[in-house]
C-alpha cells in the first residue's frame, strides 16, 4: 500500500472522513490511478499512523476514511543528522532523497570554504522549499513516519550552536583514511543507544578546510574515516546512515 503523509491530525479522523487536495489528489488519482475502497497507509506530522481508504474523488479533492491503527515503526532508532557542505549540481537534492530513504532525521546545509556554490536569501528559500519536498516524497516512498528537517544554511560558527544538544558529534575527514584511522567511527557505532542524537559534517567536493576542522574539533567533534576509500560528497554521508542502519537495526 501506498503511504501519505499529511498536515491534519489523525486525532479527529476516526470519527469523520477529511479531503486532501493538491499534490495528495493529483498522485492518488492520475499518478496511482486510485479507485474508491483503495486502502492506503496515513500518517500526520506528528508520526501517528493509521490504515485508511479512498472514499471519492470530488472535483479538487480525495475524501479517505479511517479503517484501522498502524502502529507499525520504520524509523531508526536513533536521530542522525548529517551536516553537508553545498555542492555542484543536483548532489545535494540526491544526498536528500537517499538520506531519507536511510532514515536521517534532518539535513542541514552549510557553506564551506571549498564551497563553490553561495547561496543568497532567496534562493535559499527556493532550495529549502524544494528540498523540503523532495524529502517528504522520499519519506512516503520509504514508508517514514517522519520527514527529515531540512534546516536553512548555516555557517561553520552557527552549525557549532546547533551542535550543544548532540550527543555524539563527528567530523568525516579523509586525511583520517589517508593515515589508516578506522576506529572513531566503529566506536560511536558501538556506543549508540535508543534515541541518542547524532550530528555528522560532511565536506563539499574538495573537503573541509583544516581552519574548519580546527574549529569543530575545538568544539568537540570528533574526526573520523569512513573506511580506506576516499568517497565523495554525495557517497559519504550515504556509507554512514547504511552503516548506523546496519549497527542499530540489523545487529539488534
Not at 115 to 131: F, G, L, P, Q
Amino acid at each position: 500500500m501506498q503511504r501519505y503523509i499529511i498536515k491534519e491530525s489523525l486525532d479527529t479522523f476516526k470519527d469523520s472522513t477529511i479531503h486532501l487536495g493538491e499534490e495528495h489528489y493529483h498522485h492518488m488519482k492520475n499518478v496511482m490511478r486510485f479507485k474508491p475502497e483503495t486502502k492506503i497507509y496515513v500518517t500526520d506530522s506528528d508520526g501517528n499512523s493509521c490504515i485508511a481508504e479512498v472514499v471519492a474523488f470530488h472535483e479538487q479533492s480525495v475524501e479517505i476514511a479511517w479503517v484501522a491503527e498502524d502502529n507499525r515503526t520504520s524509523e531508526l532508532p536513533v536521530h542522525i543528522t548529517i551536516a553537508c557542505g553545498l555542492s555542484k549540481g543536483d548532489k545535494l537534492e540526491l544526498i536528500i532523497q537517499k538520506s531519507t530513504e536511510l532514515g536521517v532525521h534532518s539535513v542541514v546545509p552549510f557553506p564551506s570554504k571549498h564551497s563553490v556554490v553561495k547561496w543568497d536569501a532567496a534562493k535559499m528559500t527556493k532550495k529549502i522549499a524544494r528540498y523540503t519536498r523532495i524529502a517528504q516524497e522520499a519519506a512516503e516512498q520509504s514508508h517514514r513516519q517522519h520527514v527529515p528537517v531540512i534546516q536553512e544554511a548555516m555557517p561553520i560558527a552557527e552549525l557549532i550552536s546547533f551542535s550543544e544538544t548532540f550527543k555524539h558529534k563527528l567530523v568525516a575527514y579523509e586525511e583520517n583514511a589517508k593515515e589508516g584511522e578506522f576506529g572513531v567511527f566503529a566506536e560511536t557505532l558501538r556506543k549508540l543507544e535508543s534515541s541518542d542524537k547524532v550530528l555528522i559534517v560532511f565536506g563539499p567536493e574538495g573537503g573541509l578546510d583544516p581552519s574548519e576542522i580546527d574549529q569543530l574539533t575545538t568544539a568537540g567533534f570528533l574526526t573520523c574515516s569512513l573506511g580506506p576509500r576516499i568517497l565523495r560528497a554525495e557517497t559519504a554521508p550515504l556509507y554512514a546512515l547504511s552503516a548506523i542502519s546496519y549497527q542499530t537495526e540489523l545487529l539488534k
